[in-house]
């Protein structure tokens, strides 16, 4: 399979704890991206990667939200300390201009 | 601002016919790029096709056809002989042209039921 590679697909945690998710990109995409989406509403940005530099971060990743992308290979994103309205599906696209290709996405349940 | 529009909810439409899915679109780029995505009720945003904006020709893919009309800023997805599994969300994205980080605007989507 060359597709994008999304790990877990779901996700329970309680409020408090930290989850971390996992992205393998299409190999040879050197742009990766997160997006999260919820319930009934498109996805919003929230980082992007070029390689291993993360270029870009949106108002929306607050300091409790952090991504890695070492060797510019696969990508991390790590939520600390929880929080109900973290709820949501966690998407990851890369890209190698101009289209962009998504993976099956993290669904994250905070209970 | 850069602002992506579907004003359809819902659609609904028999199987084997066409159907057309509004997407108008705001951008003060020269260069930028529209997207549709499908999203199953699995969650994966499948990418169906691709528009740039210098493209002259409207993109097809298949069943899919993007009509685009650049005065209008609008990206309309047209699918062609609608089957039972085209039944999930759609989205219509662009892809800034400036700053080159690629990322995407999505709309709200428009959710599409195919009836038989």
């Known amino acids: 399979d060359t597709g994008v590679s999304q790990d877990p697909r779901h996700k329970i945690t309680k409020r408090g704890q930290n989850v971390t998710f996992r992205c393998d990109p299409i190999s040879e995409h050197n742009r990766l991206y997160w997006y999260r989406q919820t319930l009934g509403q498109g996805p919003e940005f929230l980082t992007y990667f070029q390689n291993e530099a993360q270029l870009e971060k949106s108002r929306l990743l607050s300091d409790r939200f952090s991504a890695e992308r070492p060797k510019g290979s696969f990508s991390t994103l790590e939520i600390q300390r929880t929080e109900q309205g973290d709820s949501a599906m966690y998407l990851c696209?890369?890209?190698?201009?101009?289209?962009?290709?998504f993976g099956q996405g993290t669904r994250l349940t905070v209970v | 601002a850069q602002k992506i529009t579907q004003t359809q909810p819902g659609m609904f439409v028999q199987e084997k016919e066409a159907v057309t899915l509004d997407c108008t679109y705001d951008t003060s780029d020269q260069s930028y790029g529209l997207f549709w995505y499908k999203q199953p009720s699995s969650g994966e945003m499948i990418f169906l096709i691709y528009q740039g904006s210098y493209d002259e020709q409207n993109a097809t893919e298949g069943r899919y056809s993007l009509n685009f009309q650049k005065a209008r800023k609008s990206a309309n997805l047209v699918i062609s002989a609608s089957q039972l599994g085209d039944s999930a969300m759609y989205f219509c994205?662009?892809?800034?042209?400036?700053?080159?980080?690629?990322?995407?605007?999505f709309g709200q989507g428009t959710t599409l039921q195919v009836k038989p």
């Open positions: 994205a662009m892809r800034e042209g400036s700053g080159n980080t690629g990322k995407l605007i």
């Open positions: 696209a890369s890209s190698s201009l101009p289209q962009a290709f």
